[in-house]
């Protein structure tokens, strides 16, 4: 499993509690790694995986409301495009 969060993914393995803001999402990892499988988790940057950060900008647009889409919505097909081609996204990095 892939997380973008290395809040996150420091903190799943560690039985504490942890800040208000990972709290649910840790919470929810931690009920689903308990499950009868074998995950591995790992940091990945937001920029290796454009098409899972826009579908997840799309979920917190729309709430709670679940949509199944027949085809991809036209910005994410772009997107999966680009990730097929091959074209790299850089990074910026505050020094």
């Not at 647009?61 to 991809?72: A, L």
Request: one cysteine or more; a neutral charge; aromatic letters at 8%.
């Amino acid at each position: 499993m892939h997380v973008d969060s290395k809040v996150i993914v420091k903190n799943l393995p560690c039985d504490g509690d942890v800040g208000v803001a990972g709290f649910r999402l840790v919470q929810k990892i931690r009920q689903l790694l308990e499950l009868d499988w074998e995950v591995k988790v790992c940091h990945t940057y937001r920029e290796a995986n454009f098409c899972v950060d826009a579908l997840a900008a799309m979920a917190c647009r729309n709430g709670s409301k679940m949509i199944i889409y027949e085809q991809p919505p036209a910005h994410i097909s772009s997107l999966l495009f680009a990730d097929f081609v091959g074209i790299l996204h850089s990074r910026s990095v505050a020094l």
